[in-house]
């Protein structure tokens, strides 16, 4: 069995992305690492070529600047990189995206459990997404708790905006993949980076989503009933960077006003609590566990 990861990366340092953690955090259960890195302003493609070039293997590509309708950009150039994996399973990682040593051996074995079953299309990993800081995560429904992270890499399949995988069955209308679970968990950091580099995040990426850079003074407006506290252990390969990078005196602004949004979200948590079900949004069949 032989295992590609992949990813795409564009001023990945500006941006404040932990993406060298993230890229070492699975190197040692794949057999190479294929980094689309888009041209651009900072020393990304530098740090990412300085990390094992036994393992990683470096694209450059440029973006098209015009593309900006509903995030088409990233999945094009995930595509790049997806495309050029060599392995029998694609496993994607956001430049954002950690996996805990102690998961490894569980990630590997899952792989290789399912890896003769071609009903078997997708590996689902189970998410932190940690918020504001280090110690915070946020639970509600409005984020995904599960999502395909590898890939069988013999079926035809395509990212339609960056966010997750579509199979096409002959041609035919796409469909979510059927997937079976990691039992491990993938840690998210994208939304504990410094206040200043997730200003700039969002400065950049909203043209690719086609609408103006929306106001981000701070973390501080959400609902407090979407967080709790976290009490497990971060990985080792992140620790550092979350002492360099991350914020760390987060408080919720007590004075937010819930959006319509929000307010659903609270009414799901509740029909949740109250009927034992889980209504976040799934870009996977499960089948097998």
């Known amino acids: 069995m032989r295992v590609s990861a992949f990813t795409f990366l564009r001023n990945g340092t500006l941006l404040g992305y932990p993406y060298v953690e993230s890229i070492r955090s699975i190197l040692p259960i794949v ?54 994996c060599t392995g029998d399973w694609a496993f ?23 890896w003769k079953n071609p009903l078997v299309e997708a590996l689902v990993f189970d998410y932190y997404h940690f918020y504001g800081c280090p110690g915070c995560i946020a639970i509600s429904p409005g984020w995904y708790r599960r999502a395909p992270r590898i890939l069988r890499n013999t079926i035809r ?58 106001s981000f003074p701070d973390y501080g407006a959400i609902d407090s009933q979407a967080l709790a506290p976290f009490s497990g252990t971060h990985p080792e390969v992140v620790q ?13 602004n007590q004075n ?15 029909l949740e609590r109250t009927f034992g079900c889980e209504l976040s949004k799934k870009h996977f069949k499960l089948i097998s566990r």
């Not at 994607?92 to 399912?114: F, S």
């Not at 990691?182 to 997730?198: D, E, K, L």
């Not at 200003?199 to 103006?212: D, L, N, T």
């Not at 550092?240 to 919720?252: G, K, S």
């Open 256 to 270: 937010h006003l819930l959006t319509r949004r929000e307010r659903r979200h609270r009414w799901m948590m509740m």
């Open 31 to 84: 057999d190479e690492f294929v980094v689309n890195v888009g041209i651009g302003i900072d020393d990304t493609v530098e740090r990412v070529r300085a990390i094992d070039p036994s393992k990683v293997r470096v694209i450059e590509s440029a973006w098209n600047e015009r593309m900006e309708d509903r995030g088409y950009v990233y999945a094009q150039q995930k595509m790049i990189a997806q495309f050029n």
């Open 157 to 214: 399949s395509y990212s339609p905006d960056g966010l997750f995988f579509v199979v096409m069955d002959h041609n035919k209308k796409g469909r979510y993949p059927r997937a079976a679970l990691v039992g491990a968990p993938m840690y998210h950091y994208g939304h504990v980076r410094s206040i200043g580099s997730m200003q700039e995040k969002i400065r950049q990426v909203s043209k690719y989503w086609g609408h103006a850079p929306p």
């Open 92 to 114: 994607y990682l956001e430049g954002d995206e950690v996996v805990h040593e102690d998961d490894l051996p569980i990630i590997r074995a899952a792989m290789e459990r399912h």
């Open 240 to 252: 550092e960077w979350l002492t360099r990078e991350a914020e760390t005196c987060f408080v919720p």
